[in-house]
C-alpha cells in the first residue's frame, strides 16, 4: 500500500473502501467508464494523466477486482466489473454533491432516464417511474454549468451529446476493428462496437 494512504488501523468500511477508491485519478477512471470510455488512450486524452500513472492505476484497478482488461484490436479496452458497477450511488451522489456546492452556474452534467426521458433528481430518482434507474438506463448530457470550451479532447466532444451510460462512447479504430475481426466478445450486449461504427 503507497505511503500514507493505509487505512487499515481503521475499523471501519469506509476506510476500507478509500484504501481501494481514494487515490487520485481512481473514482474519475470509475466516471469515465461509466460513460463508456475503454482505452488507455482515449482515457489519457480525457484526464491529461500522465502515461505511467495511468498505466500503475489501471493495472491497480484489474487487481482490484474493479476493472476488467480484455484484449481488443491488438491492444486492450477496459470494462468495469460488477464491484466497479456498485459504485454508482457513491459515484452520482459525490457529483451531484460537486454540483450543490461547487458548480455556481447549475449542474454540469444532467441524467436523465432513458426509458421515459425524464431527467432524475438529485437522489438518482426518476420522478415520472418513480424509481432509480440502473446506470445502464441512463443517458447524460451537458447542464448549464458545463464550459463547451473547456476541453476540445475526443471525449470531452463527444459528450457534448446524450449518451447511454456503459455504453462504447467513441467509435472504434479502423485498426482496432481490423485487428479484432474474428475475436469472440465474451460480454454479449455490451460489446466494443460503437453503433456507428459497424458497416
Ligand atoms: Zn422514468
Not at 20 to 38: A, I, K
Not at 43 to 51: G, K
Request: hydrophobic share 40%; aromatic share 8%.
Amino acid at each position: 500500500m503507497a505511503l500514507g494512504k493505509s487505512y487499515v488501523r481503521q475499523d471501519c468500511s469506509l476506510a476500507r473502501a478509500l484504501e481501494v477508491v481514494g487515490e487520485r485519478w481512481t473514482l474519475l477512471l470509475v466516471r469515465d467508464c461509466f460513460y463508456g470510455v475503454r482505452r488507455f488512450g482515449d482515457l489519457q486524452a480525457h484526464l491529461d494523466i500522465p502515461r505511467a500513472v495511468l498505466t500503475e492505476r489501471l493495472n491497480a484497478m484489474v487487481a482490484a477486482g474493479l476493472l476488467v482488461r480484455r484484449p481488443f484490436g491488438g491492444r486492450h479496452e477496459y470494462v468495469l466489473a460488477d464491484r466497479a458497477l456498485a459504485l454508482w450511488p457513491a459515484v452520482f451522489a459525490l457529483a451531484q454533491w460537486g454540483e450543490q456546492y461547487w458548480s455556481p452556474a447549475g449542474p454540469r452534467r444532467i441524467f436523465s432516464h432513458a426509458a421515459c426521458g425524464t431527467d432524475v433528481g438529485p437522489r438518482g430518482l426518476c420522478p415520472f417511474c418513480h424509481e432509480v434507474p440502473e446506470p445502464a438506463d441512463l443517458l447524460v448530457r451537458p447542464g448549464p454549468g458545463a464550459d463547451p470550451t473547456a476541453r476540445a479532447d475526443p471525449v470531452s466532444i463527444a459528450l457534448r451529446r446524450p449518451h447511454q451510460l456503459l455504453t462504447p462512447l467513441l467509435p472504434v479504430p479502423q485498426s482496432a476493428r481490423a485487428a479484432s475481426s474474428g475475436e469472440p466478445d465474451d460480454r454479449p450486449g455490451r460489446t466494443a462496437h460503437h453503433r456507428h461504427a459497424e458497416p
